[in-house]
């Protein structure tokens, strides 16, 4: 199974999902569309997450992951192949299920990116020292 955009309960440092990701290391966590890094933003032991920084009650964190464990069918942090503005994924993402980060911020498609089948056009040329991430089902 796979949770997408599940608003996460808790405050302050706390917060719980509604289930355990499987394995953990699909989670993607975000605040207000920034992109958490695990270790260094946040830690996860089961279904609870601690936060390293205060959050505060405007701010929104939205958390993706699996929970069955399995791997066919999913794309974690792919790397897509390409340059300036013009990448490939491995596979055709499923309708709505692509979420492509740059630099660690969520990305609009239609406003920031185009997609059509497997390839992204990015509006704004991508530079050397920046880089993209894609998790998306197949």
């Known amino acids: 199974t796979w949770q997408d955009a599940e608003t996460v309960a808790g405050g302050g440092y706390n917060f719980s999902l509604l289930e355990a ?6 989670l993607m966590l975000s605040r207000n569309g920034e992109m958490l890094t695990a270790g260094a933003d946040y830690t996860l032991v089961g279904s609870a997450i601690t936060i390293t920084t205060l959050i505060e ?7 993706w992951y699996r929970t069955d464990g ?5 794309a974690d942090g792919e790397i897509p192949a390409g340059s300036l503005r013009g990448f490939s ?3 055709t993402p499923l309708p709505l299920t692509l979420l ?3 630099n660690g911020l969520a990305l609009t498609v239609n406003m920031d990116y185009q997609l ?11 530079d050397s020292t920046e880089n993209l991430l894609a998790f998306y089902r197949f």
Request: aromatic share 6%; net charge negative; hydrophobic share 50%.
């Open 21 to 26: 990701p499987s394995p953990a290391v699909s």
């Open 57 to 63: 009650s405007e701010d929104v964190l939205l958390a």
């Open 70 to 74: 399995a791997t066919s069918g999913f």
């Open 89 to 91: 994924l491995q596979n």
């Open 100 to 102: 492509l980060f740059r």
């Open 116 to 126: 059509i089948a497997n390839a992204i056009v990015l509006t704004t040329p991508l």
